[in-house]
């Protein structure tokens, strides 16, 4: 079965995207092609997203990973819009963490979830529904911005690194999350 | 002449303490020796930090780097405590950063100043007086604590990546500081 995977580019200082949404500091930063996002990218059969990650792509309307990608989508929101954007081969939910993430598997039909965005993951990290999180680090310092995790309180998440690869701009991680975190949840 | 060193342990989501400033999964993090902190500790001729780090410090009192290195220490507060503790090879200064700066490299003799915390760190970087970054990634999510870098509407320092290497538990990277940002501040 496919796993649950958290794929997302950094700032150095723990950003994913900087104030108002903007993500130019992500396309300056890769630099040439990266044979770990292609692997993600390949290895995805569901996406699974929020609805501020869903603005960020609405934007563009370039399609998923710049329209690498195609397959199912799903926008986890309490307020879908009104129209929904031709671009989106995807659904709008509105339901538990738990359900939309089961609803993502089915429809990877075995291969992994992929998930974007900081609110969906922390909701997954909260409910340790996430197996990976693969990590493009950006050469860069943000300052303010979406952080990748916060939990006021905080909260101990414990991974193994288990790749480190370098491409032009990039520094790409995997971690795979820890048992014990699952365990402790 | 020396350069002036960053030199932090900081978990995947961008916290180089934990709550209630916590450094015990740093500790757990490490796993072994790092071949990288160990050339910056050689290469220290100085160490510059802020209040609270040293207040961490203090803590254990063990000295700095676990007692691996010894030097002058200079500590920036507008309030030094009444007694210096005898484990502090160090002086209290209250200063602008420029001058707490020069000061250090003054007494680095040649060779590299060492910034710990994040807060002088901060202060250096607004002052682009900072030229080199170095990151232990620890594999960790930690929700919640002090965090690497922030300054509130933000503020982009390009960095260059120039080393990246595996310990046991750790990602070790270097990042030199762009000249661009220097220019722009």
Known sequence: ?????????????????????????????????????????????????????YEVEDRDRAGIYGGAWTGPIFVLTHEPPDDEPD??????????????????????????????????ARQCLEQSLVDEIVVHLAPVLLGDGIRLFELPGGRRIRLERTHVSRTAGLTDLRFRVGDDSKEAA
Request: negative net charge; charged residues 20%; glycine residues 12%.
């Open 1 to 53: 079965m496919g796993t649950v995977v958290w794929h997302v580019t950094m700032s150095l200082d723990g950003f994913i995207a900087a104030p108002d949404d903007a993500m130019d500091w992500v396309f300056e930063s890769w630099g040439g092609p990266s044979e770990t996002a292609n692997e993600v990218i390949a290895t995805t059969g569901a996406i699974l997203m929020g609805r501020r990650t």
């Open 87 to 120: 671009w989106l081969t995807g659904t709008f939910v509105d339901e538990p963490i738990e359900a939309a993430v089961a609803r993502a598997r089915e429809a990877a039909r075995g291969k992994n979830v992929g998930i974007l965005g900081a609110s969906v």
